[in-house]
């Protein structure tokens, strides 16, 4: 099979590409390093099924030409910096819903029909149930990047049904590991780095999200497409689905668990102090509490591998582990 993975130099995309590689599959990844990082792509580079691009989305001409022949598309490339539409409003329209609607009408001038796209708990706003099902609405997100990403779920449901295409869409929790670019825990890392006498956290710690490991991410978007593609056969098809392990974690249990493992890591005599700031909002846009329903893709056999907090600890521990073994500058 040969996969054409959009954003495959980033946080997920890269984890994701050496996955289908180790499966003997080819491997394309598509990405304008406006995020992601070349270097993510080391494991890759080797492989004689492996090919980088490195391409704006938004040239659609481009897409066109080295989509063709694919098999699946992943589209992972976004805007993935929920506070940057705070400063810069129409970053997640081009990111994100113009470079979807590129990659799906490439899909369909070359004839591509299977894609997994990624969308976000970000589209839910402050949602009044939780845990939230994926029938949960009206659907009110409070961010631009949500905003897009729910345009960009409109958008893939309309080429499913104008063009035969068969696609999976995922609300994902707050996906975390090794190499992520942003989020809360790469940041708490970055600044005790620069200073390991405290930890300055922004907002009072009280938000609570739903965390998943990386490789729990792409475990259950391989295992939702195989159930999804064998349910419905070579049929047109859109499904959708939350992605989150079992519970959530609050700021508090990341500030904490990072303190520790930082000082662990560095053989530091005490743990860090923890400073919190005032209000439950990290950032405008940002949801307080998400805590996604994920019992529907569990109804089909899936189950994470971590809960929230212990994805939470194994992705402190590897990004740390990383970070301080690597010379590179952390920011
Ligand atoms: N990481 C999370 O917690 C999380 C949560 C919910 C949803 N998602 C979604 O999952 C996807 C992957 O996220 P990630 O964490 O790996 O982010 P990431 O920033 O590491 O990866 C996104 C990649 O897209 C690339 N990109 C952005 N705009 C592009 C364009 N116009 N043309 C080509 N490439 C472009 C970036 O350079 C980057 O490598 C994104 O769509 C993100 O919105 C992520």
Redesign the pocket.
């Known amino acids: 099979m040969k996969v054409f993975i959009?954003?495959g130099?980033?946080?997920?995309?890269s984890q994701m590409a050496e996955v289908f590689l180790r499966e003997g599959h080819e491997v394309v990844c598509?990405?304008?390093?406006?995020?992601?990082k070349r270097e993510f792509l080391k494991g890759c580079e080797q492989n004689a099924k492996f090919r980088f691009v490195e391409?704006?989305?938004?040239d659609l001409d481009r897409v066109v030409a080295e989509i063709a022949g694919t098999d699946l598309v992943v589209h992972?490339?976004?805007?993935?910096?929920i506070s940057q539409g705070a400063e810069k409003s129409d970053v997640d329209l081009?990111?994100g819903t113009i470079?979807t609607f590129n990659t799906l009408e490439a899909m369909r001038r070359a004839k591509v029909r299977n894609l997994l796209f990624?969308?976000?708990?970000a589209i839910y706003g402050e949602a009044s149930k939780k845990p939230t099902p994926e029938d949960y609405g009206p659907l009110f997100p409070i961010s631009f990047y949500g905003a897009s990403?729910l345009a960009c779920e409109g958008l893939v449901s309309a080429f499913v049904h104008n063009c035969g295409f068969r696609a999976v869409v995922f609300r994902?929790?707050?996906?975390v590991g090794p190499r992520?670019?942003?989020?809360a825990i790469h940041d708490f890392i970055g600044r005790l780095v620069k200073d390991s006498s405290v930890l300055k956290v922004l907002g009072n710690g009280t938000q609570q999200k739903s965390y998943l490991h990386v490789t729990d991410c792409i475990d259950g978007m391989r295992f939702a497409w195989d159930k999804c593609s064998a349910k419905h056969g070579e049929s047109e098809f859109f499904e959708c689905f939350n992605l989150a392990s079992h519970g959530v974690s609050n700021v508090k249990y990341l500030a904490q668990t990072t303190v520790e493992e930082f000082a662990k890591a560095r053989e530091m005599k005490s743990v860090p102090k923890v400073e919190f700031g005032e209000g439950n909002r990290g950032w405008v846009g940002d949801v307080p509490f998400t805590w996604l329903d994920g019992s529907r893709l569990e109804a089909l056999g899936w189950k994470a591998r971590l809960e929230s907090d212990q994805a939470v600890r194994e992705a402190v521990k590897q990004i740390i582990r990383d970070k301080l073994g690597s010379k590179e500058s952390f920011l």
Request: charged share 10%; proline share 0%; hydrophobic share 40%.
């Open positions: 959009t954003g130099a980033g946080f997920i995309g598509y990405d304008n390093l406006i995020l992601g391409a704006d989305l938004l992972l490339a976004a805007n993935s910096d081009k990111n470079a990624a969308s976000t708990s990403k994902f929790a707050n996906i992520s670019t942003h989020g």
